[in-house]
């Protein structure tokens, strides 16, 4: 029996759940540590340390009040200590054997217990607490009397263990900011790369570029996101493999479909030449169905070339209103068996840029649509202007209409209103398609005096939108 451990399960670099846990944990601690560093030093009452070269050059300038020459009377050594404290930049006080202090202004009460320990330590030293800085003692007679002289408002000492900058609680509070944001910026970035990569790639995918892969760092990482981006690559390459194998099966089903076609057709007319004429009606027949079939193939190619993102544009300057004419020519050439009366108004000069053969195939479609449905001896109008920066196409017919709850299903693909109908019903849905490639818009309403109208709007600007290939 062999025991194996996943150490990467255990590791808690190994996983997304154990480096939000880990960080957070160490971003607590050394904020926890620096906030009881901080708080010791700042926490002592008061501070004592030898004098520095600054501080012995201050008492070796400063002047001294004149009281070693006075008597031993406390009032006069008073007097003269006020006098000199309130014109001198520096105070000097006397402390005598009974530890009380002598001298205006009068300091805190805390100072005299850390003028106590000093007065106990060897030599002069420079007491701290908050703001008061002192030095000393320095021993002295006056009167015959001993005293100790301190000199008050020195030069303030650094922490022993502390940096001076540390001091303030401002600068304390953007030092554990530092830290805490400095942690927690790396966790997000470490989390949120990867996750923009594959964002970014599944837009990519989204948009028809069925090569594209995470791959990269992404894949190399030993947590979640890292068997996330391998998931997500294998399941994009399934994707590219089941969409090429549909687009070779249609591709081949088309081909095999259109060689007995084609077979058929030219048997039709080896036929019709030795045919007696009886059969002629039965052989135009088969060719009108074989026509349709022919031109279902043609339409399904098309649609699954739109569906799978394989329509690409090829845009050009191209002018609407002649592109427009030449489609409402073609169609009055149709019309005429049904004595069916199109009428057009086309402003002249429409400029957009647009893929020409896709945009003559949408709007061919919507017209032959409204022709099948028109009555005989019924009229059918196309109008062409240009308002607020679009084109606008226009095409009514006077058919029956659709329901209002069946207006938005007309471009759905293989969708027929009218079961009867012999059309495939991919015609709107192909038209749907082109519009939308080029950035446009295109509806379907009831007209109030009876009939149906499409409208198709078009940008004229949008040269750098469109989706080229």
Same mark, same amino acid.
């Given at each position: 029996?062999?025991?194996?451990?996943?150490?990467?399960?255990?590791? %808690?670099? $190994?996983?997304?759940?154990?480096?939000?846990?880990?960080? =957070?944990?160490?971003?607590?601690?050394?904020?926890?540590?620096?906030?009881?560093?901080?708080?010791?030093?700042?926490?002592?009452?008061?501070?004592? #340390?030898?004098?520095?070269?600054?501080?012995?050059?201050?008492?070796?300038?400063?002047?001294? %009040?004149?009281?070693?020459?006075?008597?031993?009377?406390?009032?006069?050594?008073?007097?003269?200590?006020?006098?000199?404290?309130?014109?001198?930049?520096?105070?000097?006080?006397?402390?005598?054997?009974?530890?009380?202090?002598?001298?205006?202004?009068?300091?805190?009460?805390?100072?005299?217990?850390?003028?106590?320990?000093?007065?106990?330590?060897? #030599?002069?030293?420079?007491?701290?607490?908050?703001?008061?800085?002192?030095?000393?003692?320095?021993?002295?007679?006056?009167?015959?009397?001993?005293?100790?002289?301190?000199?008050?408002?020195?030069?303030?000492?650094?922490?022993?263990?502390?940096?001076?900058?540390?001091?303030?609680?401002?600068?304390?509070?953007?030092?554990?900011?530092?830290?805490? #944001?400095?942690?927690?910026?790396?966790?997000?970035?470490?989390? &949120?790369?990867?996750?923009?990569?594959?964002?970014?790639?599944?837009?990519?995918?989204?948009?028809?570029?069925?090569?594209?892969?995470?791959?990269?760092?992404?894949?190399?990482?030993?947590?979640?996101?890292?068997?996330? $981006?391998?998931?997500?690559? +294998?399941? /994009?390459?399934? *994707?590219?493999?089941?969409?090429?194998?549909?687009?070779? *099966?249609?591709?081949?089903?088309?081909?095999?479909?259109?060689?007995?076609?084609?077979?058929?057709?030219?048997?039709?007319?080896?036929?019709?030449?030795?045919?007696?004429?009886?059969?002629?009606? /039965?052989?135009?027949?088969?060719?009108?169905?074989? !026509?349709?079939?022919?031109?279902?193939?043609?339409?399904?190619?098309?649609?699954?070339?739109?569906?799978?993102?394989?329509?690409?544009?090829?845009?050009?300057?191209?002018?609407? !209103? !002649?592109?427009?004419?030449?489609?409402?020519?073609? /169609?009055? =050439?149709?019309?005429?068996?049904?004595?069916?009366?199109?009428?057009?108004?086309? +402003?002249? &000069?429409?400029?957009?840029?647009?893929? %020409?053969?896709?945009?003559?195939?949408?709007?061919?479609?919507?017209?032959?649509?409204?022709?099948? =449905?028109? %009555?005989?001896?019924? +009229?059918?109008?196309?109008?062409?202007?240009?308002?607020?920066?679009?084109?606008?196409?226009?095409?009514?017919?006077? $058919?029956?209409?659709?329901?209002?709850?069946?207006?938005?299903?007309?471009?759905?693909?293989?969708?027929?209103?009218?079961?009867?109908?012999?059309?495939?019903?991919? $015609?709107?849905?192909?038209?749907?398609?082109?519009?939308?490639?080029?950035?446009?818009?295109?509806?379907?309403?009831?007209?109030?005096? #009876?009939?149906?109208?499409?409208?198709?709007?078009?940008?004229?600007?949008?040269?750098?939108?469109?989706?080229?290939?």
């Amino acid at each position: 029996m062999t025991f194996s451990i996943n150490w990467r399960k255990i590791n %808690p670099l $190994g996983s997304v759940f154990g480096k939000i846990w880990l960080s =957070f944990w160490v971003t607590l601690l050394l904020i926890v540590l620096a906030v009881a560093f901080v708080s010791h030093q700042v926490a002592q009452v008061y501070q004592i #340390g030898a004098p520095n070269a600054s501080h012995i050059g201050l008492l070796n300038r400063v002047k001294l %009040p004149n009281i070693d020459r006075l008597a031993s009377d406390r009032q006069e050594i008073i007097d003269e200590l006020d006098r000199f404290n309130s014109e001198s930049r520096f105070q000097w006080y006397l402390v005598d054997d009974t530890y009380h202090l002598l001298g205006t202004p009068k300091p805190p009460r805390r100072i005299l217990v850390m003028l106590s320990e000093m007065m106990e330590l060897e #030599g002069v030293k420079v007491g701290q607490w908050r703001q008061e800085t002192w030095m000393g003692p320095i021993t002295m007679s006056v009167g015959g009397d001993m005293y100790r002289l301190f000199l008050r408002g020195v030069p303030s000492l650094p922490p022993p263990n502390l940096p001076l900058w540390l001091d303030s609680q401002w600068l304390r509070a953007i030092f554990a900011l530092f830290v805490s #944001g400095g942690m927690a910026l790396v966790l997000a970035w470490s989390i &949120t790369r990867p996750i923009a990569r594959l964002r970014r790639v599944s837009r990519q995918l989204a948009g028809g570029s069925l090569d594209a892969r995470v791959g990269g760092a992404v894949n190399k990482r030993a947590d979640e996101l890292g068997d996330l $981006g391998r998931d997500f690559d +294998e399941m /994009a390459e399934r *994707l590219q493999q089941l969409v090429s194998a549909q687009q070779r *099966l249609l591709s081949n089903v088309s081909h095999e479909l259109r060689s007995p076609l084609t077979r058929l057709q030219v048997a039709l007319g080896i036929v019709r030449q030795k045919a007696p004429s009886d059969l002629e009606t /039965a052989l135009s027949r088969i060719e009108r169905e074989s !026509d349709r079939l022919e031109s279902l193939i043609a339409q399904v190619l098309k649609l699954s070339r739109f569906e799978n993102e394989m329509q690409h544009l090829e845009p050009t300057q191209l002018q609407l !209103d !002649d592109l427009v004419r030449h489609v409402a020519e073609d /169609a009055r =050439f149709e019309s005429k068996a049904h004595n069916i009366l199109i009428t057009d108004q086309i +402003e002249d &000069t429409v400029n957009i840029w647009g893929d %020409p053969q896709l945009l003559h195939s949408a709007i061919d479609n919507v017209i032959r649509n409204a022709l099948r =449905f028109s %009555p005989e001896n019924g +009229e059918l109008s196309i109008h062409l202007t240009t308002r607020k920066g679009e084109a606008l196409i226009e095409i009514c017919d006077q $058919g029956p209409g659709v329901p209002e709850d069946k207006l938005e299903r007309l471009f759905d693909p293989f969708y027929r209103l009218d079961q009867s109908n012999s059309g495939a019903g991919l $015609g709107l849905n192909i038209a749907r398609h082109a519009v939308t490639a080029h950035k446009g818009d295109i509806r379907a309403i009831n007209r109030p005096e #009876g009939g149906l109208c499409v409208r198709i709007r078009l940008p004229l600007n949008h040269h750098g939108r469109l989706r080229q290939g």
